[in-house]
């Protein structure tokens, strides 16, 4: 027999500890391993008892405070890598902590076993000019939060005094030059990667301080960070989509260009069901919360896994998905 598959799951969580235990739980088996980051900002004692320790079960010991969109998420990312990367699995899988698989394990198993590839969404920023603010200017998000996701933990009203402002003001603001012989990407945070691709990525932000200092006041660095290391390396070509996101750049019009409707599809490239209709999102720019409406297009769905989950809008939904496309079973005492 061949030697198993190795999957690491890297997973980035602030709340929700029970989902956490139901998700590691839904990919557990011989073949994985978690690491898991508890943002700093709160506390990790729920998350610890909700999940006990088990032997291939490991939390991010020195804890980043996290700020969303701020560099402070590429960091908490790296110690997830750093961790995971010592001990050489196959994959590295990158997930949130409302994340959850819509296919069986052995499922997930075939499809990495069978790929040669990097699953990551990515995208050249001068095809997305909207997103080219995110790089030219300093945003001081882990000074002062742009978002506060985890409730009562800063003052509210100074903060949205001051980016109200800031945002006003932002092109009379200091500009930053481009990275010399660079190609910006930017594009989902959630991807999985193959050892040799980790081991690079690692590589690369050791020997240039430069890059990562670039970086360090971007705006939501942690979708931009990793797809531009990656896409202006040798593993370029591994990446899926790489051929067929090269023809679309090179036919699509620049009016056509600023449309989401005329972009490739994300989950051609990573995977993962997401919902972004406008209808169903909020202000704050989160996907949808997935429930029973989303039932059928998942079903259908080729992808591996799907977010957002919360578990109690997404209950009887993540029952179902348990139930007729996971077949897991387990202690009756963790059903919900």
């Known amino acids: 027999h061949a030697p198993q598959m ?41 998350f610890l008892r909700a999940l006990p320790p088990r032997e291939n079960v490991q939390f991010v010991g020195d804890r980043v405070k996290v700020n969303w969109m701020g560099f402070s998420q590429v960091e908490s990312i790296l110690a997830l ?25 052995e499922h997930i198993l075939k499809f990495y076993s069978e790929a040669e590839t990097e699953f990551m969404v990515f995208w050249a920023l001068e095809d997305r000019p909207s997103w080219l603010h995110k790089t030219s200017y300093y945003y001081p998000i882990d ?34 030059g481009p990275l010399p012989g660079v190609t910006l ?11 040799d691709c980790v081991g690079f990525v690692l590589r690369f932000v050791e020997a240039n301080p430069a890059y990562v200092r670039y970086f ?86 080729p992808d591996l896994y799907a977010r957002k989950f919360d578990s109690i809008r997404s209950a009887s939904l993540l029952q179902r998905i348990d139930r007729d496309l996971l077949v897991v079973t387990r202690p009756s005492s963790t059903d919900s």
Not at 148 to 172: A, Q
């Open 6 to 46: 190795k999957i690491a799951y890297l997973i980035t969580a602030y709340d929700q500890p029970e989902h956490l235990r139901r998700l590691v739980d839904a990919l557990d088996g011989p073949h994985a391993d978690f690491y898991i980051h508890i943002d700093r900002r709160v506390a990790i004692e729920p």
């Open 81 to 105: 890598l750093r961790l995971a990367y010592r001990k050489g699995f196959d994959y590295s899988v990158l997930l949130s902590g409302s994340d959850y698989p819509i296919k069986s394990n």
């Open 143 to 176: 000074w002062i939060p742009i978002y506060r996701y985890v409730r009562n933990t800063e003052p509210v009203f100074w903060r949205r005094y001051f980016w109200g402002r800031w945002f006003k003001c932002r092109s009379l603001m200091p500009r930053k």
């Open 185 to 195: 990407f930017g594009g989902s945070d959630w991807w999985s990667l193959s050892n």
């Open 216 to 301: 360090r006041f971007a705006h939501c660095p942690s979708e931009l960070f990793f797809q531009t290391i990656i896409l202006n390396s040798s593993f370029r070509k591994r990446v899926q989509n790489y051929h067929a996101y090269a023809e679309w750049s090179a036919t699509t019009s620049p009016a056509a260009k600023v449309r989401e409707d005329a972009m490739l599809r994300e989950d051609t490239f990573n995977f993962r069901y997401v919902d972004w209709s406008p209808e169903r999102t909020d202000s704050s720019g989160s996907p949808a919360v997935l429930d029973e409406r989303d039932w059928a297009a998942i079903v259908a769905s």
